[in-house]
């Protein structure tokens, strides 16, 4: 439910409508609007009747929010999220691409990587210190060993990190260690490692299980702004569908779809999304011109030696190149008054 609040009411008045509905066991949402000024009820509101709501003088009507998703919704928070790490920016027209290796492999392999996105035009580092894998006998990373190399790496490049945890018992060494704390496609659905995510105060990067829908997908997200976490990206990174050809289907059209129902920002992960190198960059471009706010993508300086997911890993001269093309559609795709600004662009997509 949304609570549109009458012109001129004071600020008293506010608060003790706000103390009531947190007496009911409600979390009040501010909505603040050009001209208007709303109050969301996020809990269960299934006992609090439109009528009750009424019966404050302050309130000038009642909207009812059919998605089950409050905190993760437009209605709730009509304007596109932006989320800021180290003066980066995704979201609301700022483009951000993630890139590295799937996983980190030795202190040389993740500073050359590192190094040459850097030099690409990369804003962050991605790489695994733990991976979850499908089989117990392929390589799980070197947990943190490998978190303590891609710190070494953040120092001599400036790129923040990003890595995936698995367990709540690595959450205090990723608040202190992990400028971005990534939740896999196994975990979208790990309620109680979202909620622990949530509480960090670190931005989250939340990616698509690969049986999941749009709408499970903004409530995995729902779990962790409940919790008290609002820099929240979402990433499309491929579901399984009865396609063969490729390691996952990839699904650009929940760029728009997800714009349409979430101020989150969306990027999208062409790697998993495909599973083939020579397919990356087109994807990549495609998400571009679809208008996601960022791309995550793997970047191995040896795919043929890597220890994990070496097929769908491009090398740094191609990852140099198709952030020259990324950069040419961006500007081919900008509004006549949008500009760059250290990789980060006004907007060019259409927003809900």
Same mark, same amino acid.
């Given at each position: 439910?949304?609570?549109?609040?009458?012109?001129?009411?004071?600020?008293?008045?506010?608060?003790?409508?706000?103390?009531?509905?947190?007496?009911?066991?409600?979390?009040?949402?501010?909505?603040?609007?050009?001209?208007?000024?709303?109050?969301?009820?996020?809990?269960?509101?299934?006992?609090?009747?439109?009528?009750?709501?009424?019966?404050?003088?302050?309130?000038?009507?009642?909207?009812?929010?059919?998605?089950?998703?409050?905190?993760?919704?437009?209605?709730?928070?009509?304007?596109?999220?932006?989320?800021?790490?180290?003066?980066?920016?995704?979201?609301?027209?700022?483009?951000?691409?993630?890139?590295?290796?799937?996983?980190?492999?030795?202190?040389?392999?993740?500073?050359?990587?590192?190094?040459?996105?850097?030099?690409?035009?990369?804003?962050?580092?991605?790489?695994?210190?733990?991976?979850?894998?499908?089989?117990?006998?392929?390589?799980?990373?070197?947990?943190?060993?490998?978190?303590? %190399?891609?710190? *070494? =790496?953040?120092?001599?490049? +400036? $790129?923040? #990190?990003?890595?995936?945890?698995?367990?709540?018992?690595?959450?205090?060494?990723?608040?202190?260690?992990?400028?971005?704390?990534?939740?896999?496609?196994?975990?979208?659905?790990?309620?109680?490692?979202?909620?622990?995510?949530?509480?960090?105060?670190?931005?989250?990067?939340?990616?698509?299980?690969?049986?999941?829908?749009?709408?499970?997908?903004?409530?995995?997200?729902?779990?962790?702004?409940?919790?008290?976490?609002?820099?929240?990206?979402?990433?499309?990174?491929?579901?399984?569908?009865?396609?063969?050809?490729?390691?996952?289907?990839?699904?650009?059209?929940?760029?728009?779809?997800?714009?349409?129902?979430?101020?989150?920002?969306?990027?999208?992960?062409?790697?998993?999304?495909?599973?083939?190198?020579?397919?990356?960059?087109?994807?990549? %471009?495609?998400? *571009? =011109?679809?208008?996601?706010? +960022? $791309?995550? #993508?793997?970047?191995?300086?040896?795919?043929?030696?890597?220890?994990?997911?070496?097929?769908?890993?491009?090398?740094?001269?191609?990852?140099?190149?198709?952030?020259?093309?990324?950069?040419?559609?961006?500007?081919?795709?900008?509004?006549?008054?949008?500009?760059?600004?250290?990789?980060?662009?006004?907007?060019?997509?259409?927003?809900?």
């Amino acid at each position: 439910m949304i609570m549109i609040i009458k012109q001129g009411t004071l600020p008293e008045q506010i608060e003790e409508l706000r103390a009531e509905v947190i007496s009911w066991g409600l979390q009040p949402q501010e909505i603040k609007g050009e001209s208007t000024f709303m109050l969301g009820l996020v809990g269960d509101t299934s006992q609090v009747s439109e009528e009750a709501l009424m019966r404050y003088s302050c309130v000038e009507r009642v909207m009812k929010v059919s998605e089950p998703y409050k905190l993760a919704g437009r209605r709730f928070h009509p304007d596109d999220t932006v989320v800021e790490i180290n003066n980066r920016k995704i979201g609301g027209g700022s483009f951000a691409v993630i890139a590295g290796p799937c996983s980190v492999e030795s202190e040389d392999q993740i500073l050359s990587v590192a190094h040459d996105v850097a030099l690409s035009g990369a804003q962050f580092l991605r790489g695994g210190a733990f991976k979850p894998r499908t089989s117990p006998y392929s390589f799980q990373g070197l947990g943190l060993e490998g978190l303590e %190399l891609l710190k *070494v =790496a953040r120092e001599k490049t +400036g $790129l923040p #990190i990003v890595t995936e945890i698995m367990s709540p018992e690595y959450v205090d060494v990723f608040i202190e260690d992990v400028d971005v704390i990534q939740i896999g496609a196994r975990n979208m659905q790990n309620f109680p490692l979202l909620t622990e995510v949530g509480r960090t105060g670190k931005p989250v990067l939340l990616k698509r299980g690969p049986s999941c829908t749009i709408d499970e997908l903004l409530m995995a997200a729902e779990y962790i702004l409940y919790a008290g976490e609002s820099q929240v990206i979402v990433c499309e990174r491929g579901i399984r569908t009865f396609e063969t050809a490729t390691r996952n289907t990839l699904d650009l059209s929940a760029v728009p779809v997800i714009q349409e129902k979430s101020h989150l920002p969306v990027i999208i992960d062409p790697s998993h999304g495909t599973g083939h190198s020579s397919l990356v960059p087109s994807m990549a %471009l495609a998400a *571009v =011109a679809a208008g996601a706010d +960022g $791309l995550i #993508i793997e970047v191995h300086n040896q795919p043929e030696k890597a220890l994990c997911d070496g097929p769908q890993s491009i090398t740094p001269i191609v990852f140099d190149h198709l952030m020259k093309q990324i950069n040419c559609l961006r500007e081919a795709l900008m509004t006549e008054d949008g500009g760059l600004d250290d990789g980060n662009a006004e907007p060019f997509r259409r927003t809900a």
